[in-house]
Nanobody
Framework: QVQLVESGGGLVRAGGSLRLSCAASGRTFASGGMGWFRQAPGKEREFVAAISWTGGSTYYADSVKGRFTISRDNAKNTVFLQMNSLKPEDTAVYYC??????????????????WGQGTQVTVSS
């Protein structure tokens, strides 16, 4: 089993930045790629970004493209989400997730094998 622990969430004003981290431990770090999803109150969990095992391929939801950057450091078993130009509509609980095998960049929650507990991001207007 892989355990994921997110950190870096918090309260920020619109236009500000936050950097989320996701530390993995346990079984082999996801060779099928890692991702970030988010869930706002009353809404379904939605795809935000994903990254391949090597980090050479990245994928983004249209709503965050150009503002968010996903990266990973496999030596440290950590995935990052740099969030710039934050907007109030980015407010949500952000979840780190991973796949054991398969193509990276998947956008459905049922395509991932394990999840972190989430970290709250609140953007004030």
């Amino acid at each position: 089993q892989v355990q994921l622990v997110e950190s870096g969430g918090g309260l920020v004003r619109a236009g500000g930045s936050l950097r989320l981290s996701c530390a993995a431990s346990g079984r082999t770090f996801a060779s099928g790629g890692m991702g970030w999803f988010r869930q706002a109150p009353g809404k379904e969990r939605e795809f935000v970004a994903a990254i391949s095992w090597t980090g050479g391929s990245t994928y983004y939801a249209d709503s965050v493209k150009g503002r968010f950057t996903i990266s990973r450091d496999n030596a440290k078993n950590t995935v990052f989400l740099q969030m710039n130009s934050l907007k109030p509509e980015d407010t949500a609980v952000y979840y780190c997730t991973g796949r054991y095998l398969g193509v990276a960049g998947r956008t459905r929650t049922d395509e991932y094998n394990y999840w972190g507990q989430g970290t709250q991001v609140t953007v004030s207007s």
